[in-house]
């Protein structure tokens, strides 16, 4: 049994409702951390609504492949300045914390899996979009070859 799969060896699937129950628990936490909060209000506004409609439909998308999502991340969230690496791995600890609290842990495992290779392929991007690489990626060899 792997970390995403249940006991019964299938893959650990959540319904929408805890798809739901991930998003409003997790974004109402980001809205309140002192850290990441801040660039979310500026990003957002006062209305949350179509951000966790978003969420929904991505995670959902993710989770359950519908194909709900039909945005770009990517371009989204290199427009915000304000990012920097190490809140890649401050939403993942708030992410993490979040499934497990909420899920059994093949299901909290399987969304974890998925929050770190997204927060590795937003890594990588930034990178590729930044002045210095190795700011986001230490160590990354160069993205262009001499």
Not at 97 to 120: G, M, Q, S, V, Y
Request: glycine share 4%; charged share 20%.
């Amino acid at each position: 049994m792997t970390a995403s799969t249940s006991a019964s060896g299938h893959p650990a699937l959540p319904t929408e409702a805890q798809i739901e129950d991930l998003v409003a628990t997790f974004y109402a936490r980001i809205r309140k951390d002192p850290e990441l909060g801040p660039i979310f209000a500026r990003v957002i506004g006062e209305d949350w609504t179509p951000h966790l409609k978003t969420m929904c439909n991505f995670w959902s998308s993710v989770m359950l492949t519908t194909g709900r999502y039909k945005g770009r991340p990517i371009p989204a969230h290199i427009k915000i300045n304000e990012i920097e690496p190490q809140h890649f791995a401050h939403w993942l600890a708030l992410f993490t914390a979040t499934a497990r609290e909420l899920f059994a842990p093949p299901l909290a495992e399987a969304f974890i899996e998925k929050a770190n290779r997204i927060a590795e392929s937003f890594k990588l991007a930034f990178a590729f979009h930044a002045p210095d690489p190795n700011v986001w990626v230490p160590n990354m060899p160069p993205l262009v070859q001499p």
